[in-house]
């Protein structure tokens, strides 16, 4: 090469490149989140949406994910394949540009893009910053190219290993375990975001394979995505297990010049909304746009067909919008050109355009679609007319207990031990079932930091209430006041009087039960609260193993044989007692206060909402009244549930 400046653009070039892979690998977390297990699958999913925005530019129909014996990862699609020739202005292989150059920011935060949705065309070089090792081939033009990277840096040329007829890209990678927590994928966790991705884009075919043999793992298990009704076939997903109002799913799609989208919805006799969205592929959890968009012309729709059918008088108020989507399943799915990414956590549509496109389109098609389905119409409107007489009953209970507590002296629940602290941040709240408990841990607790609520009375299923009678039950209302935060719409998260909030309930099947209906409840009406990480489960011991003066306490019966096996103890032997406790009123106050209060010695779990899809079905699932799928999911999900410990 004659080409001075050539020579030296290339070597500038390189000192980019590694420039570029140092800042990955010293701060990853700025481009793919986090180094935990969410990070770790982040990589696949970054491979993946090439594989995607290639199908999306119409040149790729399936891609098959496998997960390799050794925890690597292949991707294979049938695209057009990377390029493979030189790139015009850099002089190298486009392929090796597209894995090693670095020229955007990181996305998840620092300089560069801010934005959710992909890295902007450097997720394959962040990936392969991150791996140990990559190989990717190339299958274009007749022709097999190869090349191999380590920790990012190319260790071959991009060769050519022979003929084909098959065109496509086929990336293996396996994450750098310096970089990572644990370099173990999760099967469910690739599953359920394939499954979410092949719903969002109908005309892909995702697979799924786990050739690791070990541990439960002994066959090779493979799952095959592809729902030719898109969205429809989510929705139906979503409410498989629910009561659906009317039969069919409603569906409309609209496009502009550089946007377009898809809703997907139906009813169900549930109280509860939920309306997931999407823009380009992402959940957006936190709403945006799209979602004002859509609920403002639902709202409205339904009140003029509402009115126009007689069902809502001239000189009645309008249905609000959270009466109008008591019920409604809904998926959002936009796509569109620069997605800007806000809030908290990056999961808010921002674009301001979309707002009058979704509500034009959803009001255009709803009207429409009512219009031509009289039946639907009128049992949607019913369903939201109830919901609006629920509402009002709420408001007046509601003020019924404002005014109750104006006249009395003190409006906290008589059966609460109060703690001494008045810093909320230093105190926790035990919700204990039943008197003989509420006793022990009365006695128990530490008295400066830690209150006491017992809980009496009937507890209501809230999954199948309305809020209303959330007000007026006996057993909910003190846990109300105590709290302080109020409920529904009216939350206030300032006002909350103990940071911790600690459910504990017997170890057995009622046990379970209260703690289910109790999480279901802070789930539906407090969720704040368990998205800012204030509720917990105390692990109560099941037993107490006692031989000489040596005592342990153990939380369940694997860790009972354990144990004995560890000690070389023997059940039958006269020595050792085994106690086995029904109820936390069986222990005394000390042994309560050592193994579940105490929080040098005990175990709490703190309950998470990670994915709005998975939570929504674990509670319809367990407090629904469908009991095969309860069963079903129980057996499947047994270390789950464990883990939730519900
Ligand atoms: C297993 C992972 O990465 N698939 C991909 C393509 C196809 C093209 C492409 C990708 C060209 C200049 C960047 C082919 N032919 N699967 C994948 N399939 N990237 S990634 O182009 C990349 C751009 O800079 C492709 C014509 N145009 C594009």
Excluded at 75 to 95: E, F, Y
Excluded at 326 to 334: D, F, K, Q, R, S
Excluded at 341 to 363: C, M, P, Y
Excluded at 380 to 401: P, Q
Aim: charged residues 30%; proline residues 3%.
């Amino acid at each position: 090469m004659t080409d001075n400046t050539n020579v030296q653009n290339y070597s500038e070039e390189q000192i980019q490149v590694l420039e570029g892979l140092e800042a990955v690998r010293k701060r990853p977390g700025m481009y793919i989140g986090s180094t935990s297990l969410r990070g770790l699958h982040h990589l696949v999913y970054e491979i993946v949406d090439n594989s995607i925005d290639e199908a999306l530019a119409g040149y790729c129909d399936r891609v098959e994910v496998t997960i390799n014996e050794d925890s690597s990862i292949t991707v294979i699609d049938n695209g057009r394949g990377i390029p493979t020739g030189i790139h015009p202005k850099l002089n190298i292989p486009t392929l090796q540009v597209v894995h090693t150059m670095l020229h955007a920011g990181g996305k998840f935060g620092g300089e560069g893009y801010k934005v959710s949705g992909g890295l902007h065309g450097v997720g394959a070089a962040v990936v392969n910053a991150l791996s140990e090792r990559m190989e990717v081939e190339v299958y274009r033009e007749g022709k097999i190219w190869r090349q191999i990277y380590e920790k990012g840096i190319p260790i071959t040329e991009v060769e050519c290993l022979g003929d084909t007829e098959k065109t496509g890209t086929k990336t293996t990678f396996l994450a750098d375990p310096t970089i990572f927590d644990e370099i173990r994928f999760e099967f469910d966790i690739l599953l359920k975001r394939f499954r979410e991705l092949a719903f969002l884009n109908r005309k892909i075919t995702i697979v799924l394979n786990d050739n690791r043999k070990d541990g439960e793992n002994q066959e090779n298990k493979s799952v095959e995505l592809h729902y030719d009704g898109g969205i429809v076939s989510f929705v139906q997903y979503i409410n498989r297990n629910k009561e659906t109002i009317h039969p069919d799913i409603i569906f409309f799609s609209g496009a502009k010049e550089d946007a377009e989208i898809e809703i997907a919805l139906q009813y169900t006799d549930s109280y509860v909304e939920n309306v997931f969205s999407y823009a380009n592929d992402i959940p957006t959890t936190e709403g945006g746009t799209h979602v004002t968009g859509f609920k403002t012309a639902i709202t409205k729709v339904v009140n003029d067909y509402a009115r126009k059918i007689n069902a809502l008088k001239e000189n009645e108020k309008n249905l609000s919008g959270e009466d109008v989507r008591e019920g409604l399943t809904a998926i959002i799915n936009v796509k569109l050109m620069n997605p800007q990414f806000e809030g908290q956590t990056k999961t808010k549509l921002g674009n301001a355009d979309i707002r009058s496109f979704t509500e034009g389109i959803v009001t255009e098609k709803l009207t429409y679609y009512l219009e031509e389905h009289p039946k639907t119409g009128k049992i949607i409107v019913d369903k939201a007319l109830l919901s609006f007489r629920a509402r009002e009953a709420a408001r007046k209970a509601r003020e019924m207990t404002k005014r109750k507590s104006a006249l009395e002296s003190t409006s906290l629940p008589g059966k609460l031990a109060d703690c001494t602290e008045k810093d909320p941040s230093k105190c926790e709240l035990f919700i204990v079932e039943g008197d003989s408990a509420g006793g022990s841990a009365k006695q128990g607790r530490d008295r400066r930091f830690q209150a006491i609520l017992p809980l009496w009375g009937k507890m209501l299923n809230v999954e199948k209430a309305r809020e209303d009678k959330v007000y007026g039950n006996d057993k909910l209302s003190p846990v109300i006041t105590a709290l302080g935060v109020n409920i529904g719409e009216n939350i206030d998260l300032s006002k909350l009087r103990y940071h911790k909030v600690i459910i504990m309930a017997d170890a057995d099947v009622d046990g379970q039960h209260i703690r289910t209906l109790l999480l279901t409840f802070f789930f539906r009406y407090m969720r704040p609260l368990v998205e800012q990480g204030h509720i917990y489960i105390a692990q109560p011991p099941l037993y107490r193993v006692k031989k000489g003066k040596e005592e342990h306490y153990v939380y369940n019966d694997r860790d009972l044989q354990r144990l004995l096996s560890e000690k070389n103890w023997n059940r039958e032997d006269g020595n050792i007692s085994i106690q086995r406790f029904k109820g936390l009123g069986e222990m005394n106050p000390d042994q309560l206060w050592e193994t579940t209060m105490n929080p040098e010695t005990r175990t709490i779990i703190q309950i998470q909402v990670d994915d709005p899809v998975v939570s929504d079905e674990i509670f319809t699932i367990l407090m629904g009244e469908k009991v095969e799928p309860r069963k079903e999911f129980i057996q499947k999900h047994a270390r789950l549930v464990n883990n939730l410990d519900i």
